[in-house]
């Protein structure tokens, strides 16, 4: 099965600043990534799928890249209603596993 | 407005058995390729399982197969998960999801509507 990694479990940034998140996967996905937000007792929403394709409604601020095992998320300009917690999964072969997760927090 | 909704959940002890299903509406269930995805209180996302519009393709997570069966009803536009053999660690909400198929890339690519969630937990 495929392994998903994160990195960092969470950090705090200020607004307005610009935050990376890193998903490794176990081994080669292609671009079979896609990224999740989920505030505190919500369910998750998609914010990238195919690892740089931009879901419809999501603010232009987020944006991903990679390809093979290595990806990022980045929020350009950190917002207030940005503090949550973001995972990728990867759908290239069941079972699609997701990250562990990293949580955003706004100083 | 795409809605899913869970139902089913509860409080039920070790070896026991529960049915979820989730009611969707506003989007033609038949054409979709749907999901269950589970998170324990205050932890992350696990997928579950899935099955094609037509049922032909179904895949579970290694820590539930032989235990939890996925099914759908097209006509009643339902999505189930019988749990058997429940375990304390198979405590979580228990969400269900579409899946969003992409042109030239396939039926089943990301998570785009879920549920609200049903929690189920496993306690003596």
């Known amino acids: 099965d495929i392994q998903m990694t994160q990195s960092p479990s969470s950090l705090s940034a200020s607004v307005g600043d610009r935050v990376t998140i890193t998903c490794r996967s176990s081994q080669s996905i292609s671009d079979d990534l896609n990224w999740y937000q989920q505030r505190p007792g919500k369910a998750p929403k998609v914010l990238i799928y195919a690892a740089s394709s931009l879901q419809s409604g999501v603010p232009s601020r987020f944006s991903g890249s990679g390809s093979g095992t290595d990806f990022t998320l980045t929020i350009s300009s950190l917002q207030p209603e940005d503090s949550a917690t973001y995972f990728c999964q990867q759908n290239h072969i069941t079972p699609f596993a997701f990250g562990p997760g990293t949580k955003v927090h706004i100083k | 407005e795409v809605q899913l909704v869970e139902s089913g959940g509860g409080l039920v002890q070790p070896g026991g058995s529960l049915r979820l299903s989730c009611v969707v509406s506003?989007?033609?269930?038949?054409?979709?390729?749907m999901h269950w995805v589970r998170q324990a209180p205050g932890q992350g996302l696990v997928w579950v399982s899935r099955i094609s519009n037509d049922e032909t393709s179904i895949a579970y997570a290694d820590s539930v197969k032989g235990r939890f069966t996925i099914s759908r009803d097209n006509a009643k536009n339902t999505l189930y998960l019988q749990l058997n053999g429940l375990r304390v660690e198979d405590t979580a909400v228990y969400y269900c999801?579409?899946?969003?198929?992409?042109?030239?890339?396939?039926?089943?690519?990301?998570?785009?509507?879920w549920g609200q969630g049903t929690l189920v937990t496993v306690s003596s």
């Open positions: 506003e989007f033609t269930f038949r054409n979709y390729w």
């Open positions: 999801v579409r899946g969003r198929p992409l042109a030239n890339r396939g039926s089943d690519c990301y998570l785009d509507y």
